[in-house]
């Protein structure tokens, strides 16, 4: 990072100006591919002005910013720095003029496609904020020139490649110039390549000279063609590849028939619906792209206090005054209830002093031990009400003084749990600690693409998300990979007319979405073993569907 200080402008510390911009690089799409300082500052940024359209969801996604009812978010005032308030695109020295406002009194984050100072115009905008007496930082961002290159499995230089060049090709090029053999990195050069190849050829360079086209890369709807210079020009008018796009030529090239490894994620492009409650979606969603995926969250529930809190009260008082042997915690949500509640009391965990913990699953463990408790039971087979029920120990009247339990759940909660803790000689206290309401239907062009197979996989995480998707959206399209977190939400799914392709192993969404990798896998192994094109679900019809399951 580069910090500059001009005499007339002064750090956001010292000084009489409280303002300072920072040029951050955004890198070329990924968001994954920010650097630690870009974050850092745009979560303390007052305003944050942005290049692109897809700014916006990079800010919301890296700050985690929720939209409210009214379209807007608690956070940095986001300015649109490609058009003015009359929807006029902005020319340079305009928005230079946008930055250096908002600067002169507020700490600015100047948001830039790749690098702001590799071809952008970060140096202009930098200058006008020195004229104006206003501070200033660089924070550089990984340009596309190489991301773009190394997501499609091509090293712009090798041993044998030392030499590269990049090219601008918006304006005339003395392509003579570039008849040896050194490595091109085109850019803004799509419109123009078939005179550019050809101009190339001219000059010397063999027709069959590798070249590749890669647009939108690092994000994942990245296409990367393959050509050569006396084909490139009628390959993309066929495939119609449209800017923003990459273009590499030379023989580092045919590397990426062994390097390619972003194209090749076993879930690279799919569409994921995931069907959870907004607050739940976000581990499941950060796999999901981990292996390529697109998720696109749709509540389907909401969480919410119950509706009289009488009783949970009652049993909180209880839990402090020392009523309970046991609570067992059979969700996450039903810890951050019990948690809500003392917050509520100005309670804290010592309150769990003397108390036994029992958590359904690590998930609900992990939710424990971040409030600075320890689960003392904790299922080592299945993770299900059914698997603690397995290894609760029966009431002792010599070693349990006490021989009550809490329990707080979900207004739903089926009674296996407190029936076999009767059983065992416990009494239970059965409290419902929140409701699960059925969310309101997500928008039609969802809607009509869960109906007509425009999804590739649905991840189910319960019954209830099964029953509620279907109640307020409809049924998944036949075409569409059904995963399931376990065999309850298998046979719910079955019972809805839904044929179940992935059941995860164990009850943990990590490993479902594994699993779903695992079929993504093996499905396009077998395209490739067939010689078949590599497509996703939702670019074939059901008939032509694979039905193996994994496990």
């Not at 499609?152 to 590269?164: D, Q, V, W, Y």
């Not at 091109?184 to 360079?205: F, H, M, N």
């Not at 990426?256 to 690279?268: D, I, Y």
Request: proline content about 7%; overall charge negative.
């Amino acid at each position: 990072m580069t910090r500059v200080q001009t005499p007339q402008a002064s750090s956001p510390d010292k000084g009489t100006n409280p303002g300072w911009v920072s040029f951050v690089g955004s890198g070329p799409g990924d968001p994954g591919l920010l650097t630690v300082r870009a974050v850092e500052l745009l979560e303390s940024a007052e305003v944050i002005v942005t290049e692109a359209p897809e700014h916006v969801d990079l800010v919301r996604s890296v700050l985690g910013l929720l939209e409210g009812p009214d379209g807007t978010w608690d956070g940095p005032e986001v300015v649109d720095g490609g058009f003015g308030e009359d929807g006029q695109p902005l020319t340079h020295a305009a928005r230079a003029k946008v930055v250096v406002r908002h600067g002169k009194k507020q700490r600015v984050v100047r948001l830039m496609t790749g690098d702001p100072f590799l071809y952008a115009s970060g140096p202009e905008e930098a200058q006008a904020c020195v004229k104006a007496g206003v501070g200033f930082e660089v924070v550089p961002g990984v340009s596309s020139v190489s991301a773009v290159p190394a997501y499609a499995g091509i090293p712009l230089t090798t041993k044998r490649h030392r030499e590269m060049c990049v090219v601008t090709c918006g304006e005339k090029v003395d392509w003579s110039a570039y008849a040896d053999d050194r490595t091109l990195v085109l850019l803004s050069g799509v419109g123009s390549i078939a005179e550019t190849a050809a101009a190339l050829i001219e000059a010397g360079r063999s027709p069959q000279t590798p070249v590749a086209m890669t647009r939108v890369g690092t994000t994942t709807e990245q296409q990367t063609l393959i050509s050569t210079l006396a084909d490139i020009g009628a390959d993309v008018r066929a495939a119609r590849i449209a800017p923003p796009a990459i273009t590499v030529i030379g023989d580092v090239v045919d590397l990426r028939q062994t390097l390619s490894w972003f194209e090749t994620k076993p879930l690279f492009g799919w569409r994921a619906l995931v069907p959870r409650t907004k607050e739940q979606a976000g581990s499941l969603s950060r796999r999901l792209r981990e292996y390529g995926a697109v998720p696109e969250e749709v509540p389907t529930i909401s969480v919410e206090p119950p509706r009289n809190p009488l009783q949970m009260d009652k049993a909180v008082r209880g839990l402090v005054e020392g009523r309970y042997e046991w609570i067992a915690f059979t969700s996450v949500n039903a810890v951050k209830a019990v948690r809500e509640k003392f917050e509520e009391y100005g309670l804290d965990a010592r309150a769990f002093s003397g108390l036994k913990i029992a958590a359904v699953g690590d998930k609900t463990a992990e939710a424990i031990a971040a409030w600075g408790l320890r689960a003392d039971l904790v299922p080592s087979g299945e993770q299900s009400a059914a698997g603690l029920l397995a290894e609760w120990p029966p009431y002792d009247e010599v070693l349990d003084p006490i021989n009550r339990v809490f329990l707080p759940r979900a207004d739903i909660a089926t009674e296996n749990l407190v029936a076999g803790l009767v059983d065992l000689g416990w009494e239970c206290d059965d409290v419902t600690a929140y409701r699960t309401v059925r969310a309101t239907p997500p928008p039609a062009p969802v809607r009509d693409a869960i109906k007509t197979g425009k999804f590739d996989a649905v991840v189910f995480t319960s019954s209830s998300t099964v029953r509620n998707l279907v109640g307020i959206a409809g049924k998944p399209h036949p075409s569409t990979i059904i995963a399931v977190i376990g065999p309850a939400t298998a046979k719910t799914a079955e019972e809805h007319g839904l044929r179940v392709d992935v059941l995860a192993p164990t009850p943990d969404v990590e490993v479902l979405v594994d699993a779903l990798a695992d079929f993504g896998s093996a499905r396009r192994l077998a395209m490739l073993e067939s010689g078949e094109p590599v497509t996703r679900p939702s670019e074939r019809t059901a008939s032509g569907r694979r039905k193996a399951r994994a496990k």
